[in-house]
C-alpha cells in the first residue's frame, strides 16, 4: 500500500510538530507551578494573618485558568497536527495508550472545572478559609496525577518496557500493561519535570512581580511586590536545588536503557544540535547561570537581618555541592570544557547577583525577572533537546496495514484483514517456519516469535535491568540462577528456561 504524506509549506512537518510541542510545552508545564505556588502564598497570608499574599495568590489564580485554557486550545491542534502529519505515530501511540489518553482526558475536564470555581468562589469563601485553602491544595495533586499520566506516556516513547529489537505484534504491549506504562524512564522522567514544572512556576511568579515592581512607585506597594517575588522565588529555588540529583539518575536510566539518547545527548549527535549549536549545552549553561544568580541572591538576602522566607544555610549549600559534584561527573564523561564552562558561568552568575541587588538598592526585582527569563528559555530548550535526543519511534510515512492493533481489544478493526494486511512479509514467514531455539507465543494469527534472547529481554527486565544479569560472574551456574529466579517468582515454562539457560551458557549477545 503506498502512502502520500502531508506536508506544511516552508516550515514543514517535523518543525510544525515541535513548534506547536514547544507552545504546549510553554504554557501547560505552569499548571504545576502555579497552582503549588498559590497554595503556598494562600498558606503564607493565612499563618501571616497578611492579606497581601492572599492578594496575589487570586491574581495568579486567574492567570492559572486563562494559561490553561490556552494550552488546552494549542493541545488539541498538537493531537490535529500529529494525527494528519504522523499519521502512524499517533496511531500506535493511541492503541499502546488508549486507557492511559481516555483516563488522562477525564482528569483535564476535572481539572479546568475545579481550577476556575477555585477562582471564582474566591470571595464568596472568604469565611471558610481554611476549606478554600484545602480545595486549591487539592490541585497540585490532582496536577501530578494527570502529569503522571502523561509521562507515562512520555517514557514509554523513549524507554518501551520490553527492549529494542522486540516487535510489538501480537499483543506483548497493552497501554495499561505493566510493561506498557511503567517503563525504565518513567519514574525519574516524572521526578524530573515535577521539580522543573514548579520551580518554572516560581520563578514566573517572581518574574511577574519585578515587572510590577518596575511599574510602581508607591513605596507600600514595592514592599507587596518584593516581598511576594521573595517568596515564589525561594519556593522555586528550592525545587530548582533537587534538580540535579533527579537529573543523575534519568542520565544513569538513559545510559542501560536507550542508549542511543544518552549518547545524542552526551556527545551531541542527531537533532540535539541544529543550526550549528548543541542545544543540550546551551540548555545547561543557562541552567548553571541560573544557580549562580539564585545562589548569588540567598547568600546576599541571608546576610540581610529580617528578611524573609529564609531557608536553611546548611541545605542549600550541601544541594550546591551536589551540582558541583554533578557537572564534576558529566566533565568526566563529556570533555572538561563543559565542566569548566558550567563552573565559570555559575561563578559570573553569582557576580551579577550581587551587583544587580546592590545597583537596586537591595531589591530583587532585576534578579527576578532575569530568573524568569531564564527559566522559560531552559524548559523549552529542555522540552526540545528531550524529544531531538530520543531514537525514533516510527518511521515518517504511514502504512496502516502494519499498525499494530490488539485483537482482544478492538476485535471489529481485525474483523475485514487477512494475515498480510496486519503483518509484514517477514513476520508470516518467520511464523511459519520458526527457527532453532524459538518459542511461539500462542495467539492465531498474532502468534509472537521468541527467541532466546528475547526471552531473556522480556522476563529478566520484568523485576531489574539487564546490566544486572550481564554483571553475573557465575557463569557455570546458570541453571541454579534461573531456578532461583523462578522460585522468586518469575512465570518461565520448562522450555523457556532451557533457553535461556543454553544462551547465557553460550555467552551469547541479547
Not at 497578611?50 to 485558568?65: F, T
Not at 488546552?72 to 500506535?92: D, M, N, R, Y
Not at 549518547?263 to 547561570?289: F, P, T, Y
Request: net charge positive; hydrophobic share 50%.
Amino acid at each position: 500500500m503506498s502512502a502520500t504524506a502531508i506536508d506544511v509549506p516552508l516550515l514543514g512537518a517535523k518543525w510544525t510538530i515541535g513548534f506547536t510541542g514547544l507552545l504546549h510545552t510553554a504554557v501547560a508545564s505552569l499548571s504545576i507551578g502555579l497552582a503549588a505556588l498559590v497554595t503556598v502564598l494562600q498558606i503564607v497570608g493565612y499563618r501571616h494573618r497578611d492579606r497581601r499574599y492572599d492578594l496575589l495568590a487570586r491574581r495568579m489564580q486567574l492567570v492559572h485558568v486563562c494559561i490553561y485554557n490556552i494550552g488546552t486550545i494549542v493541545a488539541i491542534g498538537l493531537i490535529f497536527s500529529l494525527s494528519g502529519l504522523f499519521p502512524q505515530f499517533w496511531s500506535q501511540l493511541f492503541v499502546h495508550q488508549f486507557w492511559t489518553l481516555i483516563v488522562e482526558e477525564f482528569i483535564f475536564f476535572l481539572l479546568a472545572t475545579t481550577v476556575t470555581f477555585h477562582y471564582f468562589f474566591w470571595q464568596k469563601m472568604w469565611g471558610h478559609k481554611k476549606l478554600h485553602i484545602f480545595l486549591g491544595a487539592l490541585l497540585t495533586p490532582l496536577f501530578l496525577l494527570q502529569f503522571y499520566l502523561i509521562n507515562g506516556i512520555g517514557g514509554f516513547m523513549l524507554t518501551p518496557g520490553y527492549q529494542t529489537g522486540q516487535a510489538t505484534v501480537g499483543g506483548l504491549i497493552d497501554g495499561w500493561d505493566r510493561m506498557g506504562f511503567y517503563n525504565p524512564s518513567f519514574l525519574m522522567l516524572t521526578a524530573h519535570r515535577a521539580l522543573a514544572n514548579v520551580a518554572y512556576g516560581g520563578f514566573t511568579v517572581a518574574a511577574l512581580c519585578g515587572i510590577m515592581h518596575y511599574l510602581t512607585h508607591r513605596e507600600k506597594v514595592k514592599r507587596y511586590y518584593e516581598d511576594n517575588g521573595r517568596c515564589a522565588f525561594y519556593t522555586g529555588f528550592l525545587c530548582f536545588l533537587g534538580l540535579p540529583i533527579v537529573g543523575y539518575f534519568y542520565a544513569h536510566v538513559l545510559k542501560y536503557e536507550a542508549n542511543e539518547a544518552y549518547v545524542n545527548l552526551m556527545w551531541g549527535q542527531g537533532d540535539v544540535v541544529a543550526l550549528g549549536m548543541d542545544w543540550w549545552w546551551l540548555k545547561q549553561l543557562l541552567v548553571a547561570g541560573m544557580f549562580g544568580l539564585a545562589l548569588g541572591y540567598f547568600r546576599d538576602a541571608s546576610k540581610r537581618q529580617g528578611a524573609s522566607f529564609a531557608l536553611p544555610l546548611v541545605l542549600v549549600w550541601s544541594l550546591a555541592l551536589f551540582y558541583l559534584l554533578y557537572y564534576l561527573g558529566m566533565g568526566m564523561i563529556m570533555t572538561w570544557k563543559f565542566f569548566f564552562a558550567m563552573l565559570g558561568v555559575a561563578a559570573a552568575g553569582m557576580l551579577l547577583a550581587g551587583h544587580l541587588v546592590r545597583f537596586h538598592r537591595g531589591s530583587g526585582r532585576a534578579l527576578f525577572l532575569l530568573m524568569g527569563a531564564l527559566s522559560f528559555l531552559t524548559v523549552m530548550l529542555g522540552g526540545y533537546v528531550r524529544e531531538a535526543a530520543r531514537p525514533r519511534f516510527v518511521n515518517r510515512y504511514s502504512h496502516y496495514d502494519h499498525v499494530y492493533i490488539p485483537e482482544h481489544r478492538q476485535p471489529v478493526l481485525m474483523v475485514h484483514k487477512r494475515p498480510e494486511d496486519v503483518f509484514t512479509p517477514e513476520e508470516l514467514a518467520a511464523a511459519k517456519a520458526p527457527p532453532k531455539g524459538a518459542l511461539i507465543q500462542a495467539g492465531g494469527v498474532g502468534q509472537k516469535l521468541l527467541d532466546s534472547a528475547a526471552l531473556i529481554r522480556v522476563h529478566c527486565s520484568g523485576c531489574h535491568t539487564l546490566e544486572r544479569v550481564k554483571n553475573y560472574r557465575l557463569t557455570d551456574r546458570w541453571s541454579l540462577i534461573v531456578s532461583q529466579m523462578r522460585a522468586y517468582g518469575l512465570k518461565l515454562s520448562n522450555d523457556e528456561a532451557r533457553l535461556i539457560v543454553e544462551h547465557l551458557e553460550a555467552a551469547r549477545p541479547y
